[in-house]
């Protein structure tokens, strides 16, 4: 398959007609590349606060209300140009209020056929629990697709070796991600080349780039995209399949043959996914020694 993975910038928005037209062009770009499977970032659906006018855009609170109720009309015009172009879509994540606690970050997947499922981000960072007061979703999932099985972690997520473990069956890790600084950008990249390590897997990274000063939550962004595997038989010997020029906004795309996966699982240099089993009783057993 070919994966085109988002390296994405935020537009101050003055219509509905204008988000159409660029998610279309977006998606129109990547398809007709022949990519079959498309990634956002996360927040990238922050842009729709804007077109409730800079005083909204501008408060964390009602901005996370802006962008939530947004997010059905937004969902319909995901599943059209997926059905439109046949394509998979990992949309950009949003703060969605679901209930009456506190809002969730959930990405939306869709399938070229209509159907659409979601997943949310399990575990908050200090800016969202403290400041931005957004809550762990639902549980994690595993998507079977016609491309293959798969999975998601949102970020932060990305950097929790059980929450990759938790998909160990997944062949893609989708990973969206919004980092302020360089530094976050390469805690969540090592994250995701760590998962591809560990699961023998192909992690797949988007990025939120370039500066908003209309918003509190998203002012900041650093980052590209990113396609990684195992740095083993079948694959690149850094694990590096593609990356983006950093903060240039575009698509970064990888050509992915899920039989590598398949064959680095039962014959690779190193059994890491098959081996990691081993880890418990050793890690269990840790005695102090004193020197």
């Known amino acids: 398959m070919k994966i085109a993975t988002a390296a994405y910038n935020l537009d101050w928005l003055d219509s509905w007609a204008q988000y159409e037209d660029k998610l279309d062009h977006w998606v129109r770009d990547a398809a007709g ?7 956002f970032p996360e927040y990238g659906a922050m842009e729709l606060s804007t077109l409730d006018g800079p005083e909204v855009a501008g408060d964390l609170e009602r901005s996370i209300h802006a962008v939530s109720n947004r997010m059905e009309e937004a969902q319909a015009l995901h599943q059209r140009l997926a059905q439109a172009h046949n394509v998979y879509i990992m949309g950009a994540s949003a703060p969605i209020v679901d209930g009456p606690g506190r809002p969730v970050n959930r990405a939306a997947f869709y399938a070229p056929d209509g ?3 979601h997943q949310d981000k399990q575990i908050m960072t200090r800016f ?3 400041a931005w007061d957004i809550a762990p979703g639902g549980p994690l999932k595993l998507f079977d697709t016609a491309l293959g099985k798969i999975g998601v972690l949102i970020c932060y997520d990305s950097e929790f070796p059980l929450l990759g473990r938790a998909l160990q069956e997944a062949d893609l890790i989708l990973v969206p991600s919004c980092t302020e600084a360089l530094s976050g950008y ?3 990249r090592i994250g995701a080349m760590s998962r591809a390590l560990e699961n023998q897997c192909v992690t797949v990274m988007a990025s939120l780039v370039g500066n908003n000063d209309w918003s509190e939550a998203v002012d900041m962004n650093t980052g590209t995209g990113g396609i990684f595997g195992p740095p ?6 850094t694990g590096v399949l593609a990356e983006g020029t950093l903060n240039q ?17 039962a014959d690779g240099h190193v059994l890491n996914r098959t081996h990691w089993e081993e880890q418990s009783p050793r890690v269990n057993s840790v005695t102090i020694s004193p020197l």
């Open 128 to 130: 969202e629990r403290e």
């Open 249 to 265: 906004p575009g698509w970064t795309y990888a050509e992915v043959d899920t039989s590598a996966i398949a064959e680095v699982r």
């Open 232 to 237: 083993d038989k079948g694959f690149p010997p």
């Open 33 to 39: 590349q022949g990519a079959e499977l498309l990634v």
């Open 115 to 117: 159907r659409a499922d």
């Open 186 to 188: 390469w805690r969540v």
